[in-house]
């Protein structure tokens, strides 16, 4: 599994096509946010997901096997009960890389993943990981200047 600073560097500065599996059309969503900032950053995205049409200007697809181009990353946006089956997806398609989101882990599924060949980050975000890799975690207020571990001070209760 890929958990270290140089691989994860590598896998996004290698990579470009990312397949995000259960990308929401809903602007709120973080599957949305994080796509929506990976294509503003350069990469192509592939939605994933049944329930629509199109997401982000893109045509979406109901599932990997729908997909007749060449994927680098599946970025999953599913429960850890779902990866399994998205694991299969990924080898029958030729994916690089299995990327599960935040809180998704699913050990087995990643060793099946590794066994055939693909790269597995697990429990980590695609957008948050290249914000930090490559700059970018200073939008949307995160850049305050200051970088401490002091907790402020707390005012005395009345």
Request: glycine content about 8%; some cysteine; charged content about 20%.
């Amino acid at each position: 599994m890929i958990d270290d600073v140089a691989g994860l560097r590598r896998i996004l500065g290698q990579s470009r096509t990312i397949a995000v599996v259960g990308l929401s059309a809903n602007w709120y969503r973080p599957s949305y946010f994080a796509a929506k900032y990976m294509i503003d950053h350069g990469y192509t995205v592939l939605p994933v997901n049944p329930a629509y049409p199109e997401v982000l200007g893109q045509k979406c697809y109901p599932s990997l096997r729908d997909i007749s181009r060449k994927v680098d990353i599946v970025d999953c946006f599913r429960r850890a009960e779902d990866i399994p089956a998205i694991v299969d997806e990924a080898i029958g398609i030729g994916a690089r890389v299995l990327w599960m989101q935040l809180g998704v882990i699913h050990s087995e599924a990643a060793r099946k993943a590794e066994a055939a060949g693909l790269e597995v980050v697990m429990d980590r975000c695609v957008k948050i990981e290249y914000a930090r890799l490559f700059g970018g975690l200073n939008w949307f207020g995160v850049n305050t200047g200051i970088v401490s571990s002091k907790r402020p001070a707390c005012s005395p209760p009345p």
